[in-house]
């Protein structure tokens, strides 16, 4: 669905998009669980096109559902968006809080003969629903109250507000995503914008908010797209400007199928504290998730300012792949400093691990990760404590031979005055060419000794890092004295 034209943006001939006033955008979460992903990318949309065109980006939490809004969510999705950078421009605004202003626009709309007090009672409802059903039609409102004299209700009667959506003619929205679409008025029904209680609707607080907020341009789900014809009839009733709408297709798992949790559709906190994701590859990841810019994959935040362009999110489903996250997250991880990488690593390990240590073999750990976990797990040997779990195939690979080989490498470093990677590598493969052998034949079982894996960052390295008295330990743990020549 889309908005109308007056004053509205519009597409250059390059198809950018071209702004005609001053922008303001909002993310509008309900506070009825985690932020996930989708939430995540719409509110970076907004975030982008605000800051794009000069304009400010605002948040709102939609709190009207009391019984399943929580603090605990609303603090996990500030929380998320602060760690993505999407903080909102000013103070979060409360939509529970504004439930008077509501019901105030509620009676103007009334006041205006724009909207309707309607007596139907829910029995009513409900019979002529079944009645629709049975001769399978769409159900519409088509209630009595719309014109009648609301004199002639019965005394105290319950009522709700309805608003009298037009009936002739045509509503015309030209989106800056899915384009010109119009929908018949006739199928615009007169729907509900104060229940019985005196309560709002979310159709009638989103557009009230959105108007307050001085909100120009709303960003959102193509699943709202069928709304905004809806709301457009509160906003012209009042006389209001209409909004520039954009509505973003939805994110599909791998499979193409609606995402779901089996898909990766976890909270945005499960990606940073579970799966150890950094926010700037998220923040990438969620940004070429629908919309592109040429070839590019890895674009910083500075240069998505620059290019972004809300003409240019394609109109069909994007579809998550948890793998090219990954990959884009090692990337990050590559060019992320070592003292931070180590802060947020270190959490993840057990035990007491020495920041220090652990910030100087960054720049060998994080070449092999692609994620937090990765990491910490690669840096794990230097902190395991004597006698060194052996891992199965590290076992296997520790042979009476191999133990023995040990031995003698055993010997040659602890004669070795200079504990430097170069000097190490000088004396082992001088080593190996002395017993006939290739370095592989030598690291291979010294890998085994210092880290009980098969795999690690280079040799070298790793003695370097433990150090000459910790390294000849672990060494010695494993060998066997080699035979006498």
Known sequence: M????????????????????????????????????????????????????????????????????????????????RWLGLDG???????????????????????????YRCYLTPEELAARREKAQAERRPFRIDSEWRDRDPA??????????????????????????QGKVTVRNTEIDDFVLLRSDGTP??????VVDDYDMGVTHI?????????????????????????????VPLIHGADGAKLSKRHGALGVDAYRDELGILPEALFNYLLRLGWGHGDDEIIAREQAVAWFDIAHVGKSPSRFDFARLQNLNGHYIREAGDARLAALAAPRMSGNSDLDLLTRAMPVLKVRAKDLNELAAGAAFLFTTRPLALDARAEALLTPEARALLGRIRDRLSAESGWTSDALE?????????????????????????????????????????????????IAAQAIAAPAE
């Open 219 to 247: 960003i959102r789900g193509d699943d709202h797209l069928n709304n905004a014809f809806r709301q457009l009839a509160i906003i012209r009733g009042m006389g209001w400007e209409d909004p520039v709408y954009a509505h």
């Open 89 to 115: 421009d000013a103070p979060a605004t409360f939509q529970f809080a504004r439930s008077g202003r509501h019901a105030e626009v509620a009676q103007a709309l009334l006041d205006a003969g724009h909207a």
């Open 2 to 81: 889309m908005a109308s034209d007056s004053g509205k943006d519009v597409r250059a001939a390059d198809g950018r998009t071209v702004v005609a006033r001053p922008v303001v955008t909002r993310f509008a979460p309900s506070p009825t669980g985690y932020l996930h992903i989708g939430g995540a990318r719409t509110a970076l949309f907004n975030w982008l096109f605000a800051r794009r065109h000069g304009g400010k980006y605002l948040l709102r939490i939609e709190d009207t559902d009391r019984a399943r809004s929580t603090e605990p969510a609303v603090e996990a999705i500030f929380d998320g968006l």
């Open 152 to 177: 002639t209700a019965p005394a105290d009667a319950p009522f709700v507000v309805r608003i009298k959506a037009p009936r002739e003619g045509e509503t015309v929205i030209k989106d800056l995503v």
């Open 201 to 206: 609707t979310y159709m009638l607080a989103v």
């Open 426 to 474: 000088a004396s082992l493969k001088g080593m190996a060419g002395e017993i006939g052998l290739g370095l592989g034949k030598l690291a291979q079982p010294l890998r085994a000794a210092l880290t009980g894996q098969t795999t690690s960052p280079g040799i070298f390295d790793v003695l370097t890092l433990l150090g000459r008295d910790e390294s000849l330990a672990r």
